[in-house]
């Protein structure tokens, strides 16, 4: 299940990249999309604008790829070749491409969350074995000893703390 929400969340960050990418080429190419300055009617108008049209990339790029949210969250949780769009499928790709609209970061935080939430319960689970490991063998549970017994790699130490 965690490798599946990962795998989702990456697929969903990739295309949310493509979104972004072509909305801010069409932002920098058209001229009433470009900013106005110290016009703050004009800014919520632009604002208003790009949201529409991220939004609507966002479907355009769902349905190019064929990635129907429900398929995504299916136990297969891939995206199928482009076959013929039933009304499920096309209901499916405009509610991620909803989703693609909330841009890159959205996605790439909370990919950030799951990874991390992954690692911390790797983490508990070696300490756990660690711990149940000393007990076989009678060692005290002290923070020496258990330092000792875990490995760099269990730590997973950054380069800086180990030089």
């Known amino acids: 299940?965690?490798?599946?929400?990962?795998?989702?969340?990456?697929?969903?960050?990739?295309?949310?990249?493509?979104?972004?990418?072509i909305a801010n080429f069409i932002k920098l190419h058209v001229r009433s999309l470009a900013d106005k300055a110290g016009d703050v009617v004009g800014e919520k108008k632009r604002e208003r604008t790009m949201q529409l049209l991220t939004g609507v990339i966002g479907i355009a790029v769902?349905?190019?790829?064929?990635?129907?949210?429900?398929?995504?969250?299916?136990e297969n949780s891939k995206i199928e070749p482009?076959?013929?769009?039933?009304?499920?499928?096309?209901?499916?790709?405009?509610?991620?491409?909803?989703?693609?609209?909330?841009?890159?970061k959205f996605f790439h935080d909370l990919l950030n969350?799951?990874?991390?939430?992954?690692?911390?319960?790797?983490?508990?689970?070696?300490?756990?074995?660690?711990?149940?490991n000393l007990l076989e063998k009678g060692n005290n549970l002290t923070a020496d000893s258990l330092f000792t017994a875990v490995t760099a790699d269990q730590r997973q130490d950054d380069e800086d703390v180990n030089q």
């Open 113 to 132: 969350t799951v990874l991390y939430f992954k690692n911390m319960r790797k983490a508990i689970y070696n300490k756990q074995q660690i711990e149940n």
């Open 1 to 21: 299940m965690e490798n599946q929400i990962i795998s989702i969340t990456l697929t969903l960050f990739m295309l949310s990249l493509i979104t972004e990418k």
């Open 82 to 104: 482009l076959t013929l769009l039933t009304f499920k499928g096309v209901v499916g790709c405009i509610i991620t491409g909803l989703f693609l609209s909330q841009g890159s």
């Open 62 to 74: 769902a349905l190019v790829c064929n990635a129907d949210f429900f398929m995504l969250i299916s």
